[in-house]
């Protein structure tokens, strides 16, 4: 259980960090555009 556990956990983390990574991305590309 734990070695399956263990993958899943790491696969949602870099899930997680990736939106968070486009989400910024997408941040500074409006702030661009609008100044």
Not at 5 to 34: D, R
């Amino acid at each position: 259980m734990k070695k399956q556990n263990k993958p899943m956990s790491t696969a949602y983390h870099q899930t997680l960090i990736n939106i968070f990574i486009i989400v910024v991305l997408l941040a500074l590309f409006v702030k661009v555009v609008f100044l």
